[in-house]
């Protein structure tokens, strides 16, 4: 049996991936060579679309007298190999094991980004919408700082009302997206998946790291009524409330005795 870690020699993965497992292969594979590390070996695959069926090892590559187990050999009636027969086979289905992982992971990865592709669309229109719209807001509070404010107190106030308004609806809409982008995020998890930055870079979306994006299951509203404090949405219901409560504490605060 190989231990948690073995030595393998050139002329073993010669043997190994040029003959016993040549058949066997994932069609995506171009290049194997040992790691730089010293430790294991790296593959290089033909970029995968997300659109291929999933890579498995071929069942029926168990039942290759050169891969195959020893019990096998004795159902089978063969003679047993040697021991180093043995060895070399275990190690050839142990790297076998080995580049279908990663040509999982690839895969995985290729089908994120292939639904990032599909769902992105508008996001960055109604991300920069929502840019706009929150800077109208804090320019149409920041006035009422203006002494000019002072003479048209109503209609300013009022003016800021619809930039809130507006600034609401433009974060809500952005996290519709937001919120797709989040599940295709959440459906893709496992340890080496790419980054969710890197997943849309990759698909073709670098301005992507200005998105406010989070958790799948913080968008929409809850009980009460409110967003999330972490979503956009929720974000722009925290800002406005508090443009509203310093509105009415100066309101109050003027209002003669």
Same mark, same amino acid.
């Given at each position: ?8 020699? $050139? ?7 040029? *003959?016993?497992? #040549? %058949?066997?292969? @994932? ?6 060579? @040992? =790691? ?10 033909? @970029? ?6 999933? %890579?498995?090892?071929?069942? =029926? ?9 020893? =019990? *096998? ?5 063969? %003679? ?11 190690? #050839? ?19 994120? *980004? ?34 000019? $404010? ?22 809500? #809409? ?31 979306? %670098? ?38 409560? =310093? ?8 209002? @003669?005795?």
């Amino acid at each position: 049996m190989l231990g948690t870690t073995f030595k393998v020699t $050139a002329d073993e993965l010669r043997d190994i991936f040029n *003959v016993r497992l #040549a %058949p066997y292969l @994932p069609a995506h594979l171009q290049k194997t060579e @040992p =790691h730089p590390s010293g430790y294991g070996n790296s593959y290089t695959f033909k @970029p995968f679309t997300g659109r291929e069926a999933c %890579p498995e090892e071929p069942a =029926h590559a168990w039942k290759d007298p050169k891969l195959t187990f020893r =019990h *096998v050999d004795v159902e089978a009636g063969r %003679p047993e190999a040697s021991e180093e027969e043995y060895d070399l086979r275990e190690k #050839a289905r142990y790297f076998l094991e080995q580049v279908y992982r990663e040509a999982r992971v690839q895969w995985r990865n290729a089908v994120h *980004v292939a639904e990032l592709k599909a769902v992105v669309k508008d996001t960055d229109e109604r991300w920069k919408a929502h840019c706009r719209a929150q800077q109208a807001a804090e320019a149409a509070f920041a006035y009422l700082r203006d002494p000019k $404010a002072a003479q048209e107190w109503p209609a300013a106030v009022s003016r800021l009302v619809d930039a809130q308004n507006a600034y609401l609806a433009a974060a809500i #809409a952005f996290d519709e997206r937001a919120q797709q982008i989040a599940e295709v995020h959440a459906r893709h998890f496992h340890e080496e998946m790419l980054g969710y930055d890197e997943a849309l870079v990759a698909a073709g979306y %670098p301005q992507a790291k200005e998105w406010h994006i989070t958790s799948d299951d913080a968008y929409g509203k809850d009980y009460r009524g409110r967003y999330d404090r972490t979503t956009t949405a929720g974000r722009a219901q925290a800002a406005i409330e508090a443009q509203e409560e =310093h509105v009415a504490k100066v309101s109050r605060l003027a209002r @003669p005795a």
